[in-house]
């Protein structure tokens, strides 16, 4: 009796390195699992152009009081948090212990609780915002369009034109924020505060996974292969460039044995970034990076008291 058995062949070079690329630049589009009202908020849908015309959706969480924070996700996830909980949107991230729902329901509530006005939105290519720059990802670079078309959806409304903002920007969001400030300063004039968890260097991710995959060689083939795919440079994708226009006050939170990069990245952006207020915060006791990212969620008070400090 004849039994067929899966292939179980070990993938060679050129498709890790692939699929690395292909998780960073074209990952699945994650689904918004939950919305405000289940944390008894108001919202309203919202939708507005990035600064090159990409279509952006999103939610306003009003408040009472003259403040608005403006919400900029992570990669891989979308204005509600990401479902890493569940498959295949947590698989690549299994073997890295990071297979965990991120919810920022908890921040929004607190942030309105606390008086603030909150517009979350999706990037371009994530959540139900409009595909751009050929659906690929630039962990930042194309990203700055839309956190530039946040701030002028803002100033666009009668309501919202003339309240403080404060820039609630993770990882990718932060990444782009900074960016954004190096190339259009002007556009964030009304910006006070900014709180940032975990901005990352894409050559510092790279490297970090290929250290664990045992392939510490291969970055340059990874550049490579991510320049076809993006037509940008990975040098291009690395922050602290981007951080010395910094000029905000800006809080940097930080998962100090984070498996998918390395403290000195972080570390490196803190130090670039000019802003005469500027504080990080290590977390500690986890590896995981995703539990930055629900470290606000779970522990509020550093962002209320940043904003708060900067935005009164």
Known sequence: ?????????????????????SGMVNPLRSPILRNPTEDGLEYADVYFPAMDGVRLDGWFIPADGDRLIIANHPIWANRYGFPGHIAPYGDPWVASGNDIEVNFMPDYKRLHDAGYNILAYDLRNFGHSASGGGNAIGNGIREYRDVIGSLRYARS??????????????????????????????EFEGVHAIVAPQ???????????????????????VAEALRRATSMELKDMDMPQYASAVDIPTLLLQV?????????????????????????????????????????????????????????
């Open 1 to 21: 009796m004849s039994q067929t058995h899966e292939s179980t062949a070990t993938p060679s070079r050129a498709e890790q390195i692939a699929g690395l690329v």
């Open 157 to 186: 409304r009668s309501d919202l034109r003339h309240m403080k903002i404060g820039l609630l920007s993770r990882c990718c969001g932060m990444n782009a924020t900074m960016v954004g400030l190096s190339k259009h300063p002007d």
């Open 199 to 221: 901005p990352i260097s894409l050559s510092s991710f790279y490297r970090t996974i290929l250290d664990h995959m045992g392939m510490p060689d291969a970055l340059p083939e």
């Open 256 to 312: 100090r044995e984070d498996t998918l990069t390395t403290p000195a990245d972080v570390q490196a952006i803190f130090d670039a970034i000019p802003a005469e207020q500027k504080e990080l915060i290590w977390i500690e006791g986890t590896q995981r990076r995703f539990d930055g990212y629900n470290y606000l969620p779970n522990n509020p008070k550093p962002m209320l008291d940043w904003f708060e400090r900067f935005m009164a």
